[in-house]
């Protein structure tokens, strides 16, 4: 009999044969408060500052694997559906900070078993001499199983000026066990986004077997300013009201710079500021500190970064 | 004739949704795992031949299935058994150590009796299979 058709794997229908412990209804609110994904989606929503595109793609993948559960529950089966990723944006934009929830939001929807992220570049994947390569990207490949692999700048796995790069069978076992264990576990592939442009024009067999896009945006100057805020409550300490304007004037400036890496430049920033409160605490000896004065940032450590000259 | 070493020897052969959970188990332990394989199957033969480097870093046991899977490709009529090794006293001990794959036809042993001084015996078990050369074994 044709179990497949949709109709009486629903309902169970007598005359053919019924799925084995099918349900006939599904509580997709049930089945969503058993997951506690939500509560993942809202910490993201509510640590990761702007990201609104890949916050929504997010969001569609979990809804995806919450329906997939509930198929599953009524005895639909479609296979699961291959959730390998890339992640493209400039530097700073919150690749590896995504592809770490990532893995937590997967694993509490149970399409990965563990839900750890092992992140490894080129020369973890790549060998050095012939017959390196094979065991060497196997062996991350099974550390990985259960989890989700994240191979930053993948776009360094292939290399055209050299014919002879080991790069091509990395990428080629890769591609083997992306297809042959989607269940085991999922890559997701990053880098700057012209160069991962390039990257999977020539592998095209890369690139049909990555389902899910995503590219992370610059940041805008008060997602920036907002990310400031969070990384130095996380360190302990605060802008006093001079700082914050200083921040405030500091941050456009900053994008106008070469090298401009949105969050990690603020951090940079940040640490040099820090750097500048330690020697104005140490240069008034004399005076008692007290814990306000070891935890506010004033406006003349940030002013005097070079970018205001 | 079934040999039974390792755990587990004296119950059915384990499936692999069995051989799975086993390791899973291991790995929750925080053992490492190893495959080996030998055409030997004398009791005292601890010089089993290795499949691979044993693997230290896993966290599931999709990695370790994978190159058990290989093995029995690679030595489909071989005894395969999977170790767990445990780091905790600062060297690498077996904790557990379980066949998993077995060749189709095990002819047995053969018992020995040697006679010593007055009426003392010596017994001896030698393996019908090792007594054809190595890798001729169970074809």
């Known amino acids: 009999m044709n179990e497949r058709s949709p109709a009486t794997a629903i309902t169970g229908a007598a005359g053919a044969l019924p799925p084995v412990a099918a349900a006939d209804r599904v509580d997709l609110k049930a089945l969503l408060a058993d997951s506690n994904v939500t509560e993942v989606l809202d910490e993201l929503d509510a640590e990761l500052i702007g990201l609104?595109?890949?916050?929504a793609r997010i969001r569609d993948i979990a809804a995806l694997l919450l329906v997939e559960r509930a198929r599953k529950q009524v005895g639909l089966v479609g296979g699961s559906p291959s959730l390998h990723m890339s992640f493209t944006g400039n530097p700073g934009t919150g690749k590896t900070t995504v592809a770490m929830r990532m893995a937590q939001i997967l694993a509490r929807l149970g399409y990965v078993r563990k839900g750890h992220l092992v992140a490894v570049t080129r020369d973890d994947l790549v060998g050095q001499y012939i017959g390196h390569t094979a065991p060497k990207t196997k062996e991350?490949?099974?550390?990985?199983m259960g989890g989700v692999l994240f191979i930053d700048e993948a776009y360094y796995l292939y290399r055209p000026e050299n014919e002879r790069d080991y790069g091509q069978e990395a990428i080629e076992i890769l591609l083997q066990v992306m297809e042959n264990q989607r269940d085991d576990l999922v890559v997701i592939l990053a880098g700057y986004a012209d160069r991962m442009e390039t990257f999977f024009r020539s592998n095209p067999g890369l690139s049909s077997r990555i389902a899910h896009h995503l590219d992370f945006p610059d940041y805008l100057p008060e997602e920036l300013e907002g990310i400031a805020e969070r990384m130095l409550a996380t360190m302990q300490y605060r802008l006093s009201p001079s700082a914050l304007a200083a921040l405030h004037d500091y941050i456009p400036l900053r994008m106008k710079q070469p090298h401009f890496a949105n969050a990690r430049s603020i951090r940079n920033a940040l640490d040099r500021a820090r750097l500048r409160q330690a020697n104005r605490l140490f240069a008034q000896k004399g005076r008692q500190l007290d814990r306000d004065a070891l935890m506010t940032i004033e406006g003349e450590d940030l002013r005097a970064s070079r970018v205001f000259d | 004739m079934k040999i039974t070493q390792g755990t587990f020897s004296f119950l059915p052969d384990l499936t692999d949704a069995e051989i799975r959970a086993q390791i899973d188990y291991a790995l929750a332990q925080g053992w490492a795992i190893g495959v080996e394989y030998t055409d030997d199957p004398h009791p005292r033969n601890f010089y089993w031949e290795m499949w691979g480097n044993p693997m230290f870093d896993l966290r599931d046991a999709a990695g370790a299935m994978t190159e058990v899977i290989a093995c029995r490709k690679a030595h489909p009529q071989t005894y395969?058994?999977?170790?767990?090794?445990?780091?905790?006293?600062?060297?690498?001990t077996t904790r557990l150590s379980f066949i998993v794959n077995r060749p189709a036809i095990e002819p047995g042993f053969l018992l020995k009796?040697?006679?010593?001084?007055?009426r003392q015996?010596?017994?001896?078990?030698?393996?019908?299979?090792?007594q054809a050369p190595e890798g001729q074994r169970y074809t």
């Open chain 2, 113 to 118: 009796r040697h006679e010593v001084g007055g």
């Open chain 1, 140 to 144: 991350v490949l099974k550390r990985a």
């Open chain 2, 121 to 130: 015996i010596q017994y001896t078990i030698e393996s019908y299979a090792a």
């Open chain 2, 80 to 92: 395969i058994r999977v170790n767990a090794f445990d780091a905790a006293l600062g060297f690498e």
């Open chain 1, 52 to 55: 609104k595109p890949v916050k």
